[in-house]
C-alpha cells in the first residue's frame, strides 16, 4: 500500500519561512498529481493548497500565490512545498495528497492523503 509521509511542520514566526517534504513510500511504480491541502480548526472542509502533475504543471490557490512554491522529485517520489513570507491565516494542518499512485506489484490506489501536519504562524 502507498503511504505519503510528511516532515517539515512546526512553529515559525510572521514573515518566517518552512519547507515542508511528502514522501510517498515502498517502491513505487508510478504516480500522478500530488499536492497540498490544508484545514483550519473548526472548518469541516480542507482547501487546496498546491498541485503539481506529474509533469510538473502547476496550481496555485490564490491566498498562496508569489508566496509558496511546490515542486517535486520524481526520482524519490517526493512532493515539496517552500512556505515564504508566512502569515498568522496559513495556520493549519497541511495534508499531502496524491490523486492515484502504484506500488510496484501492485494495483493502483486513488486519493491517498498523508497524515497531516501542523504548520502554526504566530510570535
Known amino acids: 500500500q502507498v503511504q505519503l509521509v510528511e516532515s517539515g511542520g512546526g512553529l515559525v514566526q510572521p514573515g518566517g519561512s518552512l519547507r515542508l517534504s511528502c514522501a510517498a513510500s515502498?517502491?513505487?511504480?508510478?504516480?500522478?498529481?500530488m499536492g497540498w491541502y490544508r484545514q483550519t480548526p473548526g472548518k469541516q472542509q480542507r482547501e487546496l493548497v498546491a498541485?503539481?502533475?506529474?509533469?510538473?504543471?502547476?496550481k496555485y490557490a490564490d491566498s498562496v500565490k508569489g508566496r509558496f512554491t511546490i515542486s517535486r522529485d520524481n526520482d524519490r517520489n517526493t512532493v515539496y512545498l517552500q512556505m515564504n513570507s508566512l502569515k498568522p491565516e496559513d495556520t493549519a494542518v497541511y495534508y499531502c495528497?496524491?490523486?492515484?499512485?502504484?506500488?510496484?506489484?501492485?494495483?493502483?490506489?486513488?486519493?491517498?492523503w498523508g497524515q497531516g501536519t501542523q504548520v502554526t504562524v504566530s510570535s
Open positions: 515502498g517502491s513505487i511504480f508510478s504516480i500522478s498529481t
Open positions: 498541485t503539481s502533475t506529474s509533469a510538473r504543471t502547476t
Open positions: 495528497y496524491t490523486d492515484r499512485a502504484r506500488a510496484n506489484g501492485a494495483r493502483d490506489e486513488y486519493d491517498i
